[in-house]
């Protein structure tokens, strides 16, 4: 009773030590890549205005081509802004129509994920 020793658990096993390091990693890789600023995005244009005549031209096959081209073009509106090039649109599968669109506003055009 006495002699024994009391063994605190390890609260840091590698999976927990894995997972924690690697949201801290994408946590300052986030601060690090908004770094940019919209001067630099400016010089990037150029790429960006490729990319919209690659959407432009391009001519749906299927008839889920139109759905991606327009979460595409969401995803170009969304980096042109200075925020990360994400973009989505929900689809009603019964009448194929968009019913809504939208894409990343984390930094423009306010640096606030609750307003």
Not at 10 to 16: T, V
């Amino acid at each position: 009773m006495f002699g024994k020793q009391i063994r605190t658990p390890n609260i840091w096993s590698l999976p927990a030590f894995i997972v924690t390091a690697a949201l801290l990693l994408m946590l300052f890789l986030a601060g690090a890549c908004h770094a940019e600023t919209h001067e630099n995005l400016a010089a990037n244009n150029t790429t960006l205005d490729e990319i919209q005549s690659s959407i432009d031209s391009f001519s749906p096959v299927k008839s889920a081509d139109r759905f991606a081209l327009a979460a595409l073009q969401e995803a170009l509106d969304a980096t042109r802004e200075g925020n990360y090039g994400y973009g989505a649109v929900l689809v009603n599968e019964s009448t194929d129509e968009i019913v809504e669109r939208g894409h990343n506003h984390v930094f423009y055009p306010y640096f606030r994920s609750d307003l």
